[in-house]
């Protein structure tokens, strides 16, 4: 299949008009000398709508056309108190017209009176946000679920009151957003063949999955050579890999696409994640010295900076040879920059 041809099969999914498409893709020119291979950026963070944009944005266009066609009024989402996916998901409320509720768990506990980064975001939008504090020795995996349980409580009082409310899951991780990432495929693809040259990597960072899945539907549908690499800046178990092919099956199967994923398509890197999701790790920070230094540009202690490391680790070991051409899918995040100390760990240190 064509990159045209899978935009066709995208038409026909609802979809809001929320960032500027397609993102700028262009080639780091002192980093490629420096790194001795041929690497391009893909600015998904320039998606819109705002300055703080990223790559929620993509999916947001079908989570929220989604949502408008079913008529919802109000939106609940869920996310750590600093996520972009949260904070992109009220800005996408607010210019549909739509209520965004948010269900925050306090990896880091904000200071309600020193509000930064998302947070502070979420609250000029005007969100309701509901921040869920960890209880001593809960799990992140039960403190998630209670926060979900309390968000569909909240849903059912408003759905008896005649409201009609729309569940977007954590990150946008649904079939319906991993269509975002469908359609960023076809356009890196489509931007790719303009320059004339044919790329080896795709690299990224993965959290709730999404994005990973919709870009290694695309490079199927496709039958398109480029490795997709995915550096996991939470730390999975290997029910990932098996959970994402199936977010990526039930969008193709939505799209009436034949094509079908299995875990063994993905190329997942577990290794870089440490010391843990929302905790800074020095090779991150390298990564966010070395580009800002070297290109005048930003990446995020949480997301990219990390996926942005592993890309570092493995031009260092061989592992993507001298001489490979790469892309790197920056996924925006960088209002992180503003956050807790605690997020940016050792930045300034250097
Ligand atoms: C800046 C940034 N990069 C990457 C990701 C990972 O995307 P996904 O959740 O689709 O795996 C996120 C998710 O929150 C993000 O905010």
């Known amino acids: 299949m064509e990159p045209t041809n899978v935009k066709q099969l995208l038409k026909q999914k ?5 960032g500027f498409y397609p993102t700028p893709f262009y080639r780091l020119e002192n980093l490629s000398k420096k790194l001795g291979i041929d690497l391009f950026i893909k600015r998904e ?8 944009g990223g790559n929620k944005i993509r999916k947001l266009e079908y989570l929220i056309g989604d949502a408008k066609e079913q008529g919802a009024e109000y939106i609940f989402t869920f996310g750590a108190t600093q996520s972009n996916h949260a904070m992109q998901t009220v800005e996408s409320c607010r210019k549909e017209g739509l209520t965004p509720i948010l269900y925050l768990v306090a990896y880091v506990e904000p200071d309600e009176n020193d509000l930064r980064s998302n947070l502070l975001l979420d609250r000029i939008l005007g969100a309701e946000v509901h921040v869920i504090l960890k209880n001593p020795g809960e799990s992140d995996a039960e403190v998630d679920a209670r926060s979900v349980k309390m968000a569909r409580e909240h849903m059912a009082r408003l759905t008896e009151k005649g409201h009609r409310c729309y569940e977007i ?22 931007q790719a063949a303009a320059v004339g040259q044919s790329f080896d990597y795709l690299i990224h960072a ?4 999404g994005t990973m899945a919709g870009l290694v539907a695309g490079k199927k549908l496709l039958d398109h050579p480029m490795r997709v690499v995915s550096f996991d800046v939470i730390g ?18 939505q799209l009436g696409a034949d094509d079908r994923l299995t875990a063994d398509d993905f190329e997942h890197d577990n290794n870089y ?7 800074p790790s020095d090779a991150a920070n390298d990564a966010i010295r070395l580009l800002a230094r070297e290109e005048g540009l930003f990446l995020d202690p949480v997301y990219s900076g990390k996926a942005f490391a592993g890309m570092l ?6 592992i993507i040879p001298p001489g490979s051409s790469v892309i790197f899918l920056h996924t925006g995040g ?7 100390k605690e997020i940016l760990g050792n930045l300034l240190e250097k």
Do not use: V
Request: aromatic residues 12%; glycine residues 12%; without cysteine.
């Open 14 to 18: 609802p979809k809001a008009n929320l």
């Open 313 to 318: 680790d493995y031009i260092e070991k061989g």
């Open 169 to 190: 899951p954590m990150g946008g991780a649904s079939p319906i957003g991993t269509t975002g990432f469908i359609n960023g495929f076809a356009e890196i693809a489509e």
């Open 334 to 340: 960088a209002t992180a920059l503003f956050a807790e």
């Open 236 to 253: 999975h178990d290997a029910s990932y890999l098996e959970n994402s092919a199936a977010l990526a099956n039930e969008s193709l199967e």
């Open 273 to 279: 994640y440490l010391p843990g999701y929302e905790m």
């Open 206 to 209: 993965t959290g709730s999955g």
């Open 45 to 52: 963070d320039f998606s819109g709508q705002s300055l703080f």
